[in-house]
């Protein structure tokens, strides 16, 4: 576990865990050893940061690349932290750079970490859970790792859509871990990575009960006035 993120563990965890309170069910289906990928749904910035919080090993979660190459005091000291997280960067400007993220998180799952994917690819405008893209499945197969699934409720209200900060008390947040899905040795095509998508997909809305919509999640600039204020 990187030195930085241990110190993390150990002291702004145990103060998260004490303010917000998460209720977490599934931590058995963590495996102990080995890499694994978390997939989850994606209703606030603060999902990544209570999911790190009661995850007991390092959560490598992914980063913009510019984080990594910014200049000045500042740029170097978020180039500093992210390091020290064990950060993936990845490329916005999609194509070819995006896949570079993938490229970067098959070595360290196959050095036995885990890393963290949100298949909608944004966090749901409306509290619903949308369609899966591909990737996760792509990525389970390339490392050959398991998915598990992630389900959490309540942290649309504890830090919406516009604000900064989670705010603490707001709403009961809970956090579910499932089963592990092996696809191990199964074929990547198109065809087949949309079948074990839609499969995890499944497994997400059974540990939320969120509505699922049939499609993929707007993106932020394509929502409509009402859409982006839920």
């Known amino acids: 576990m990187p030195l930085l993120y ?4 150990l002291t702004v965890a145990p103060a998260l865990r004490l303010a917000f309170r998460p209720h977490v069910e599934g931590l ?5 050893t080995g890499g694994a990928i978390f997939a989850g749904n994606h209703l606030s910035v603060a999902d990544e940061l209570l999911l790190g919080t009661v995850v007991p090993r390092h959560l490598a979660f992914w980063a913009k690349s510019e984080y990594f190459n910014g200049t000045g005091i500042k740029g170097g000291f978020s180039k500093f932290v992210l390091t020290g997280l064990g950060a993936i960067p990845v490329e916005r400007a999609g ?9 970067a998180a098959i070595p360290v ?14 966090r749901s405008p409306d509290g619903r859970l949308y369609r899966g893209r591909t990737g996760a499945a792509r990525l389970a197969v390339a490392a050959g790792v ?3 699934p992630v389900g959490v409720t309540g942290t649309d209200k504890a830090q919406p859509i516009g604000t900064r900060v989670p ?5 009961k947040i809970t956090i579910r871990f499932g089963k592990p899905l092996d696809f191990t040795g199964r074929p990547d095509d198109r065809t087949s990575l949309r079948a ?12 939320t009960g969120q509505e699922y919509v ?3 999640a707007p993106k932020r600039s394509e929502q409509t006035p009402g859409e982006a204020a839920a």
């Open 214 to 216: 049939p499609r993929y």
């Open 196 to 207: 074990m998508t839609d499969e995890m997909m499944s497994e997400i809305q059974k540990l």
């Open 95 to 103: 194509g070819r750079a995006a896949l570079s993220a993938f490229d």
């Open 146 to 148: 398991p998915i598990i």
């Open 109 to 122: 799952l196959k050095a036995g970490d885990l890393v963290a994917v949100y298949p909608e690819g944004t």
């Open 6 to 9: 241990t110190i993390g563990k």
């Open 28 to 32: 058995e289906h963590i495996p102990a």
């Open 167 to 171: 705010r603490p008390g707001r709403a």
